[in-house]
């Protein structure tokens, strides 16, 4: 199943900076996109989402854009803080009409932020 | 803040034993839910439950596993004869309806299950 890609494992940037963490999904009919953070020893917590109608959504220092015609979603962090170092997940929902809360996950990208 | 719980945080289970994980959803959630990560590969659905039944599972989930709201509180998932393989960590979930459909869902900290 490899429905929603994260091609990068891992992504290192300066504190202050713009963290950029970027997603693929190869099919056209997901109707919602989210993002979830994971610390170690913890379970995913959603981040940001975004429908499938929209190609951006904004909330305090992230921001997620959807490109539906590449298929490529990203998320931006701005700025970056220490406290954002934790796995990302990018996740995608067929929405209504089918199954309901099953969400389909990228493997994850580890973000560091450095002092 | 309200959060989903599970119990035991890690157990550990020889192969062709019977184990049960529990969780206790956020309380006004209807919808409940089972992932699964295998140590370095992606989350992976399991199975999702409303109104007492299930609404969907994954082809993961087969004959091994079933699940079980109990009582009011809690929500189990059962694997009646484990394998090395289902070795991994175990998320419970919940949402309310709108994150039912859209993917907001609440995660527990997870269940670590290895078989020996």
């Known amino acids: 199943d490899q429905q929603v890609k994260q091609n990068s494992p891992s992504l290192s940037v300066q504190e202050g900076r713009i963290s950029i963490l970027n997603c693929d999904y190869t099919?056209?009919?997901?109707?919602?996109f989210l993002w979830y953070k994971k610390y170690p020893a913890e379970g995913p917590t959603f981040l940001i989402s975004?429908?499938?109608?929209?190609d951006k959504n904004e909330d305090g220092r992230f921001t997620v854009f959807l490109n539906k015609s590449a298929k490529h979603l990203s998320l931006h962090i701005v700025p970056s803080q220490p406290g954002d170092s934790a796995v990302y997940f990018c996740?995608?929902?067929f929405g209504r009409g089918s199954t309901l809360g099953r969400l389909y996950f990228g493997r994850g990208t580890q973000l560091t932020v450095w002092p | 803040e309200p959060e989903v719980t599970q119990t035991p945080s890690h157990q550990v289970t020889q192969m062709g034993q019977e184990v049960i994980l529990r969780c206790v959803p956020i309380?006004?959630?209807?919808?409940f839910y089972w992932y699964r990560q295998i140590l370095g590969q992606k989350v992976e659905f399991l199975v999702s439950?409303?109104?007492?039944?299930?609404?969907?599972k994954s082809e993961i989930f087969d004959d091994q596993f079933s699940v079980e709201r109990p009582d009011g509180s809690n929500f189990t998932l059962k694997i009646r004869s484990t394998k090395l393989e289902d070795s991994a960590m175990y998320f419970c979930?919940?949402?309310?309806?709108?994150?039912?459909?859209?993917?907001?869902?609440?995660f527990g900290e997870g269940s670590r299950l290895t078989v020996l």
């Open positions: 439950f409303y109104n007492n039944e299930i609404s969907e």
């Open positions: 975004i429908s499938s109608i929209k």
């Open positions: 979930a919940s949402s309310d309806t709108s994150g039912s459909y859209t993917g907001e869902l609440f």
């Open positions: 099919n056209s009919m997901f109707d919602y």
């Open positions: 996740a995608a929902s």
């Open positions: 309380s006004n959630h209807l919808y």
